[in-house]
């Protein structure tokens, strides 16, 4: 039984698509819109989950949790800010914004 995180909450997503392409699916029993609420829930139960590698490994550890390396060559995932234009030159934004990207090249 897996849990995925969705923001459409759909419950189907990019392993659900490889899966298929090989004639497999698995059972999406809980859907979650946070990373940091999957690994907790997970961590609570007997369900498993596909995460991208870094914040399942750094918070994963700490909730006693295992991962191991997916075995399909899964696309990068890509993810976006996005903003109002007319926030664009405002010095807070501005350093909100370089302060998310550095958070986000921990990669």
Do not use: C
């Amino acid at each position: 039984q897996h849990l995925i995180v969705s923001l459409s909450g759909t419950g189907q997503g990019v392993v659900d698509d490889l899966l298929s392409s090989l004639g497999r699916s698995r059972r999406v029993m809980l859907s979650v819109n946070q990373y940091h609420t999957a690994i907790r829930a997970i961590a609570a139960s007997d369900l498993l989950a596909v995460l991208p590698a870094a914040p399942s490994t750094a918070s994963g550890a700490e909730a006693g949790l295992l991962h191991r390396p997916l075995p399909l060559e899964v696309p990068p995932l890509t993810i976006e800010m996005l903003w109002a234009s007319r926030r664009e030159a405002e010095p807070a934004h501005r350093w909100l914004r370089e302060l998310v990207q550095k958070a986000a090249d921990f990669a």
